[in-house]
Structure formats: structure tokens, C-alpha cells
């Protein structure tokens, strides 16, 4: 069963960092993300990989094709 994805504000309290820390390591790279509109998303197992330094696990969200 899949968790469900974290917002910005739960992967900074998990981090124990700023939510703006969390936007900087995700578009420097760093931190896996998925954007849903003007939010991000994150996946709970990538996060800890992130906090372990460990590379993040295949992703199990399943992307949107483009808009028809």
C-alpha cells in the first residue's frame, strides 16, 4: 500500500529544517519532487532516503501524460 505523499510543511518538520530549505534542495536537485499544479509533493520513502544520504528509491507515482 502506497503512503500518502508529504507536503513541503511535513518534509521541512520531518527534516527539522525551513519549508524554504525544503524548495531550495528540491529545485537545486537534491530532493526529489513532484509539482501538482503550484504545489509540491513529496514521497515519504524518497525523504528518508534524502535524510539517510542514500540515492531515493524508484518513484511509485505515476506521472500525468500531457494535457490533450
Known sequence: ???PLWTAKEVA???NVSRQTVYN???DG????????SLWRYEP???RA?????????STVVPFGPRR
Open 50 to 58: 534524502y535524510a539517510r544520504g542514500e540515492a531515493p528509491p524508484a
Open 30 to 37: 537534491r530532493l526529489p519532487g513532484l509539482r501538482v499544479g
Open 13 to 15: 518538520a520531518y527534516l
Open 45 to 47: 520513502a524518497a525523504v
Open 25 to 27: 534542495c528540491t529545485l
Open 1 to 3: 500500500m502506497l503512503e
